[in-house]
Structure formats: C-alpha cells, structure tokens
C-alpha cells in the first residue's frame, strides 16, 4: 500500500487531524503504537487514549484505521501488533546475533535472580550455551560459552523436548546417560515432564546432571513461532531449591517471553 494512500486515510480519519501535515499524524500514529509494550501488548482503546493524551475520538478513529490496514489487531476491547507490522518488524531483525538481541535481557534476568541466566541452542541431543550472564555471587557452579551438555538433563532440554518436534527423535534409540540419581532415563519421563514444561511455560529441574546444581528454563520463539533458542537461570541448589520456583519460574518464563518480543514474536490468540 502507498504511504502517501495511508496518511491521506488518517487524516481524513480524525477531525483533529484533518488538514494536518503529515508528520503531525504520523507522531500521533507513534504515540499510539508505543503504548504497546512486552509488558503491555494487548491494551484497550482507553489504556491508549490515557497513554497518549490524544481525544478519546481521534484515538478511536486512528486505532480503526490501523485495524482497518493490518497494523493491529483487535480482540474483543483490547489491540495488539497486527501481523502486517511484524513482517515488516521481522526484516529489521534478519542477520542480527540472537546473542546480542537477548544479551541485555540476560544481564537484566541475572540482576534480578542473583543467579547465572544463559541462552542455549540445541545441536541435536545436546545443547550448548551461546550467550552468559554470569551470577556476581562467590559461590557459583560454572557456566560458560561453549558448554555442550545433554538435552535428556537439566532444565533447558526439557524446554527443547516440549516446543521442538526433532528433539525427541534424537534421543530415540539411544541410551540415556544416568549422571545422578535424578537424572530421567527413559522418554516416557521425558515426555511427562515436556508436558509439564508446556502446561506451565517453564521448567526447574534440580540435581539431574549435577547433584548440586539446579536450573530454570523457558522457551524464546523468533517471528514465525519457531523455537529456536531457551533461556535459564542455572545455580546451586544451596542457595536456591525447590521452595523458589513458583518465585522464579514466572520470572524466567516472562524473561523468555521479553526474548521472543526481541526477534519479532508476538503471541497470537
């Protein structure tokens, strides 16, 4: 569609806006598609009139124009990023390092927690941490780029298992190493737990590749829904333990969930 077609539309679209220099309707078309935040993706036409300071009647006739192009969608009372934006979104994100996109939100996971957060990729029955943001405590288990660990363990495999298809089949077939006493062995536990993993957006597991060493994982999703990385937090199961993950869990899941917003997810109804 032509720009010059789509500003004529919204001007023509507000009283307040008729006869506006452009730039004056595009600010106010940015003022409107700022409001939506990883930490506020679907708000209501009046979150977004109270937001923008803009006329209750021309924020309303400007986010029905933007509906009307595919700019957002609605959804009952509230709006969210249409998905012709996010193909546009999407360009602007191809060819960037996945490790750069989520090194801030990484940093910030760790601050938070006071435990390591890493990001991982899965090359077939292992994964291998890619990006690191290590814990500023004394007391640590080591976390470093570079680290290939099996996918049957940990925390982060699980999250691999339950939103990856191939994964599973790599581990069909094969024996599964027991490194602690906790450590699953077969895939009928495996998938018990990747159910586990789907019901609730996370997964902790504790004691399975290391006795003292726990871990916490999400899944990070780019534009088309595709998994394709996992976000922890990895630490000693002396400093946090079972009791913590309803605290946690939640705050890696929405790590994760900031991660996916980086590469051009947006959660679909």
């Not at 298809?165 to 602690?180: Q, V, Y």
């Not at 890696?252 to 917003?261: D, G, I, L, N």
Request: contains cysteine; proline residues 5%; hydrophobic residues 40%.
């Amino acid at each position: 569609m032509d720009a010059s077609i789509l500003l004529k539309g919204l001007s023509v679209a507000s009283d307040s806006t008729r006869g506006s220099a452009p730039i004056l309707v595009l600010q106010k078309i940015s003022q409107i598609l700022d409001c939506f935040t990883p930490e506020s993706p679907e708000p209501t036409l009046q979150q977004l009139a109270r937001q923008t300071g803009l006329p209750s009647s021309t924020c309303q006739r400007l986010v029905q124009s933007l509906v009307h192009e595919g700019y957002l969608d609605r959804d009952g009372d509230r709006y969210r990023i249409g998905i012709r934006l996010v193909r546009w979104a999407s360009t602007g994100t191809t060819g960037m390092d996945i490790v750069q996109l989520t090194k801030p939100i990484l940093q910030s996971l760790r601050d938070e927690t006071g435990e390591t957060a890493c990001l991982y990729v899965r090359d077939g029955a292992f994964r291998t941490i890619v990006a690191v943001a290590e814990t500023r405590h004394v007391v640590m288990r080591p976390f470093a780029v570079g680290m290939v660990m099996p996918i049957h363990a940990g925390a982060p495999g699980k999250v691999f298992l339950a939103y990856d298809p191939d994964a599973r089949a790599t581990l069909e077939g094969s024996e599964l190493a027991k490194f602690t006493s906790d450590t699953p062995d077969s895939l009928a536990t495996l998938d018990a737990q990747a159910e586990v993993t789907r019901k609730q957006g996370f997964f902790a597991a504790f004691g399975e590749r290391h006795s003292d060493v726990g871990s916490i994982a999400a899944p990070v999703f780019n534009v088309a829904g595709t998994l394709v990385a996992v976000l922890g937090l990895g630490f000693p199961t002396q400093r946090v333990t079972e009791s913590d993950v309803q605290q946690l869990g939640p705050v890696v899941a929405a790590a994760a969930q900031a991660a996916s917003h980086a590469l051009g997810y947006v959660e679909r109804a």
